[in-house]
């Protein structure tokens, strides 16, 4: 499968739609973008089962500020709808390929078990200014 060019109005569906979904936000600019668009052009060939999609940082501005993207190319990956990697830089192809092969094994019961006990350890509100690791005043 080629890669999917994602916007706005595409993306969440994309997600919605599909076991696995890698994104790779990128630019026209950017030179490392351009240096890893062949690899991820051809890992999506060897991987027809998963959608290989790219964010034009700059014609999706409204993306690339959800998902606050600060440096390109940046590389996602959703699996069952839940965001399970995200790292900017350009990876080469033998690393790429190895992560794909981790999120096509990841158990997503276990993830879905650590998101929930992370919720619900930590439920008290954090309407306050102050760092946890500080001493209360008067103390």
């Known amino acids: 499968m080629a890669t999917v060019n994602l916007t ?21 600019w950017c030179g490392p973008c351009k240096s890893f668009a062949p690899n991820y052009a051809a890992a999506s060939e060897k991987h027809p089962n998963i959608v290989f999609g790219k964010v034009d940082t700059e014609a999706e501005p409204e993306l690339a500020g959800y998902f606050q993207i600060r440096s390109i190319p940046t590389l996602m990956a959703f699996k069952e709808q839940i965001g399970v990697f995200s790292q900017p830089g350009a990876l080469p192809e033998s690393v790429l390929l ?42």
Do not use: C, Y
Request: glycine residues 6%; charged residues 40%; aromatic residues 4%.
């Open 8 to 28: 706005k109005d595409t993306f969440e569906e994309t997600i919605l739609n599909n076991d696995i979904v890698l994104v790779d936000f990128w630019a026209e």
């Open 98 to 139: 190895d992560l794909i092969g981790q999120i096509e094994d990841l158990d997503m019961d276990a993830v879905r078990k650590e998101i929930e006990s992370e919720g619900e350890g930590h439920d008290h509100d954090h309407d306050h200014d102050r760092d946890h690791s500080e001493a209360p005043a008067g103390s």
